[in-house]
């Protein structure tokens, strides 16, 4: 049998998709916006452990990814805000049912088939 190859096409956009998700920080920071943290600073604050430094690298990331869209209002001192773009909530949908999946795994307990896990309810 054949192995399947990523296309070309493909291949980039996965990839890029793979650099911004598949950092442990990404995720964080899409359900902190999702719960309505919208300013860097209380970002920061909200998201134990994460550094000034990263917390700007994922906030690019996911802005040049369109998961998040970056507003910088003309204020003294200058104010900026990031919400959830269509993707990014489409996403954040799709972490939550992964969590909620993660969940119902967990408590079924381990050896135990998929369908055996749902019939349990």
Request: aromatic content about 4%.
């Amino acid at each position: 049998m054949k192995d399947k190859k990523i296309s070309r096409s493909v291949r980039p956009a996965y990839a890029q998709l793979e650099d911004v998700v598949g950092c442990k920080w990404s995720v964080s920071v899409l359900q902190a916006v999702a719960e309505g943290v919208s300013r860097p600073g209380a970002l920061e604050r909200h998201i134990r452990g994460i550094s000034t430094k990263v917390l700007s690298e994922r906030l690019r990331k996911l802005t040049n990814y369109g998961l998040l869209s970056r507003h910088v209002y003309a204020e003294v001192p200058p104010r900026t805000e990031y919400l959830l773009t269509q993707n990014g909530r489409k996403l954040v949908s799709i972490i939550d049912q992964l969590k909620l999946l993660d969940d119902e795994m967990r408590s079924a307990g381990p050896g135990a088939p998929a369908d055996a896990r749902r019939q349990r309810r």
